[in-house]
């Protein structure tokens, strides 16, 4: 068997099918003479034995029968495995890597293309709040406290007072009235 060829679909593949063959013909082999000994021995006595125990010893040896023959057919199913496992890891690898690359590259230019018209809108937006008049500049944000609020002439007095009075509330108890027995 060449070694080299083992490494190419075509030679891989042949060698797969034929263990595989093998092995299930292996396994029918084992289930045939699993069956044909146990049939023997259980029409086969030996001395001693009591109304169980034909069926008993039959069913011990064909049971190693019957796990060779499991196993066989295990084996021919991990020779397709290996197959098909070679097939995805090494063989089809170039092409699903192209193909991921392919991918990442379309999504990277989407988000490309997707930032660049946020920076366009945003740029648009505020092009156009800069050119628009003060009194419409969409949202604007209002003045808190209006003009006639303010005393040109007097910095110190210029916020106006809390309601209620001219003079600010020393504690929290000028809020609420006094009880009549206090």
């Known amino acids: 068997m060449d070694i080299n060829a083992l490494f190419t679909d075509e030679g891989l593949r042949a060698f797969t099918a034929t263990v595989r063959d093998q092995h299930v013909r292996d396994a029918q082999q084992y289930g045939q003479i699993a069956d044909i000994v146990r049939r023997r021995l259980e029409q086969t006595p030996i001395d001693g034995d ?4 034909k069926k008993l010893r039959a069913w011990k040896v064909s049971r190693q029968l019957k796990a060779m023959q499991k196993a066989s057919g295990e084996a021919a199913s991990k020779a397709e495995a290996l197959y098909a496992t070679y097939k995805n890891e090494v063989l089809e690898l170039p092409q699903r890597r192209a193909a991921a690359e392919a991918r990442k590259l379309e999504r990277k ?6 930032l660049g018209a946020a920076v366009a809108k945003s740029l648009n937006k505020t092009v156009t709040s800069l050119n628009a008049p003060a009194d419409q500049a969409p949202g604007a944000v209002p003045q808190a406290r209006p003009a006639e609020f303010v005393a040109p002439n007097n ?9 209620g009075g001219e003079r600010p509330t020393a504690s929290i108890n000028d809020y609420f009235p006094k009880g009549e027995g206090q």
């Open 50 to 53: 009591r109304w169980m125990s």
């Open 109 to 114: 230019s989407g988000r490309q293309a997707a």
């Open 155 to 163: 910095p110190w007095q210029q916020w106006p007072m809390a309601a």
